[in-house]
């Protein structure tokens, strides 16, 4: 994926000199592009992953991943400094997420009322796929868009509870017994009870 950033101010350090989240973060707030452009080549796969578990659409989860990256360039002054980089990304992904899922809903609403929705099957490349790995990918597009995001962030993404509940904006035991329910909800869409 790429970005296309307005030279605004020459980076000041080379972008593979920026380590860890805290120089990535120090860069931002410095505006420095370098800093950006590390910003992408560390999590534009990770997070487009994520939205793609959220949303079951590649070129949705794209749109959501670049607005994450323009939402982190204009906002990264409500960063605290100390805090955590992913979470606090992961938390912008997923509000662009339930944008998008929000208008899908209402899209939805109105084609079906209009009489204009359309079956949309998976084509022919269904069987290229292990029957587990589909199960579980339609098992999660069963799930409330909470539970689906709970699950792909803490199990998918590894993200920690702390983590996790930093992303989402929640109290961690509040993460712990979604994370509890999404996985029972799981167990009975796959009949593992």
Known sequence: MHLMV??????SRPAEKLSDDADLLAGLRRRDTGALAALVDRYSRSLARAAYLILGDADAAQDAVQE??????????????GAALRPWLYG??????????RKRVFVERWEKTAGERQMRESGGNAGLVEAPLESMREALKRLAP???????L???????????????????????????SAIQELRRILGVL
Do not use: Y
């Open 68 to 81: 994450t990256f323009i939402v982190a360039w204009d906002k990264i002054g409500r960063v605290h400094d």
């Open 92 to 101: 912008v992904l997923n509000n662009m997420c339930r944008r998008r899922l």
């Open 146 to 152: 909470e539970e689906r995001t709970i699950i792909v």
């Open 6 to 11: 307005e030279h605004q101010a020459p980076p």
């Open 154 to 180: 803490r199990f998918e993404r590894e993200l920690s509870v702390a983590e996790t509940a930093a992303a989402l904006g929640l109290p961690e035991g509040t993460v712990k017994s979604r994370t509890h």
